[in-house]
């Protein structure tokens, strides 16, 4: 994918993956933690997952599409080198948001268990590696949001107002 409505397609992909993988990470802890949430979200959350691995890779082709086509600088490298690894968070988020939901559906089944979703110890492993992976994700996505501004905005902006322009 190359450009959408005369826009490169990274910069409007990228809103997606700002918003969905931040919310998607947000959705397992509050699944993780909170029997009452995952029982209505854990499924959805597993859906939102899967589209978001989906999204990461189309967005950072579309990305490097861009680059090959924008000055490149060392801004430029950094915020390609970091958007790579928006897959490696993206990808242990939804596996744990589709183990999730399978584990629930197995408690409620009477099929036999493969998850142990009676197990308090592996209800507790999954919580902490749920939280942990999360915060890796919204921690990348920041770290990577950061960087394509920086590249982008850096040194193209005046920090005082132009004179004589009107509001409109």
Known sequence: MTTLNGIPAHILLVHAIV????????????????????AKLAGPNAILSAVVVVLVPVTTEAGEWLERRVASTPLVRTHTEL?????????????????????????????????????????VIIMVVSVLAAGAAVYDVYRIGDSGAQASWQANFSPTPVTGRQRG
């Open 19 to 38: 918003v969905l993988l931040p919310l998607a990470a947000l959705l397992l802890v509050l699944c993780a933690t909170w029997p009452a949430a995952r």
């Open 83 to 123: 958007g790579d690894t928006a897959l490696f968070v993206a990808i242990p988020v939804a596996v744990l948001a589709v183990i999730m939901w399978w584990r629930g559906r197995e408690a409620t089944s009477g099929r036999r268990a493969f998850l142990a979703p009676a197990s308090t110890a592996v209800s």
